[in-house]
């Protein structure tokens, strides 16, 4: 069992930055796979980015690549997110997800991911 938090959201202009910090606790934190997903209101929870348990590769979502960095400190058991050039669309509630799953096409899909954090809100304004 791992506990995920979540913190680093707040209010940014649009094109502005924000690094979030999921901090793990529980068991060793290599072991998982760590993602980030996002829901904004009225919308379902979507992938937003991904990272295996060495950080050896990522995966991003079309919405953010190229704006987002995922990075993660196994030493600190913590991983990043790592936001530039925001947009009002990146508006919503950003949540830390991880699994000892195997790092595959899965990991788009909330339903692989079973540990979850409490969320938290970055509002873009414009």
């Known amino acids: 069992q791992v506990q995920l938090v979540e913190s680093g959201g707040g209010l940014v202009q649009a094109g502005g930055s924000l690094r979030l910090s999921c901090e793990a606790s529980?068991?060793?934190?290599?072991?998982?796979?760590v993602a980030w997903f996002r829901q904004a209101p009225g919308k379902e929870r979507d992938f937003a980015a991904a990272?295996?348990?060495?950080?050896?590769?990522?995966s991003y979502a079309d919405s953010v690549k190229g704006r987002f960095t995922i990075s993660r400190d196994n030493a600190k058991n913590t991983v990043y997110l790592q936001m530039n050039s925001l947009k009002p669309e990146d508006t919503a509630i950003y949540y830390c997800?991880?699994?000892?799953?195997?790092?595959?096409?899965?990991?788009?899909?909330?339903?692989?991911?079973?540990?979850w954090g409490q969320g938290t809100q970055v509002t873009v304004s414009s």
């Open positions: 529980g068991r060793t934190f290599s072991g998982y796979i």
């Open positions: 990272i295996t348990r060495s950080g050896g590769a990522t």
């Open positions: 997800a991880a699994d000892e799953a195997t790092y595959s096409s899965d990991i788009y899909d909330r339903r692989t991911w079973k540990f």
